[in-house]
T-cell receptor
């Protein structure tokens, strides 16, 4: 595709609901990253995949957060039992290798009421 | 030690002026320093990046100056235009990892 796409672009959830955020990376990119961007802040690393392997999940804030990339392309970030503090923009980025430029998607803005 | 400190938080510049944004880091293992531009409702887009083997890199109106001994780097936008109005983030990463550590961002407004 032309770039990284994410869906949905906006998600409103009631506290306690589960949500799933999708990322479609640039075709052929082996590396995929998830970041969380709070309002007025810089993105913060959540997790990293190389192909289907999740090599680093050190940034996931709690065990309510789970990410997968089963076939090494599309990735899903799942948040269980959402809390108000989970409200943020979730950005996905992909790269042709871990050392190259990361291309970001437009993000999913999650609002937890 | 993982932080990247960015200043100023906001910046107003007249059209045609020079915009300067500064970042400082502590982790000497960092060896890649990109700058990203972000418009409202969009994801960050890479502007320019530098590695510590050079002290300056220029691409069009954008220049990165890098001071390895001071552990500082800065973005200069020459001949600033209203279309440059956006939020700018510096970032850093190291060969041993791959994740970017971002600064807190600078909101730039260029007056017409």
């Amino acid at each position: 595709g032309a770039g990284v796409s994410q869906s949905p672009r906006y998600k409103v959830a009631k506290r306690g609901q589960d949500v799933a955020l999708r990322c479609d990376p640039i075709s052929g990119h082996v590396s995929l990253f998830w970041y969380q961007q709070a309002l007025g802040q810089g993105p913060e690393f959540l997790t990293y995949f190389q192909n289907e392997a999740q090599l680093d999940k050190s940034g996931l804030p709690s065990d309510r957060f789970f990410a997968e990339r089963p076939e090494g392309s599309v990735s899903t970030l799942k948040i269980q039992r959402t809390q108000q503090e989970d409200s943020a923009v979730y950005l996905c980025a992909s790269s042709s290798s871990s050392r190259n430029e990361q291309f970001f998607g437009p993000g999913t803005r999650l609002t937890v009421l | 030690q993982q932080q990247v400190k960015q200043s100023p938080q906001s910046l107003i510049v007249q059209k045609g002026g020079i915009s300067i944004i500064n970042c400082a880091y502590e982790n000497t293992a960092f060896d890649y320093f990109p700058w990203y531009q972000q418009f409202p409702g969009k994801g960050p887009a890479l502007l320019i990046a530098i590695r510590p083997d050079v002290s300056e890199k220029k691409e069009g109106r954008f220049t990165i100056s890098f001071n390895k001994s001071a552990k500082q780097f800065s973005l200069h936008i020459m001949d600033s235009q209203p279309g440059d109005s956006a939020t700018y983030f510096c970032a850093a990463s190291s060969s041993g990892t791959y994740k970017y550590i971002f600064g807190t961002g600078t909101r730039l407004k260029v007056l017409a």
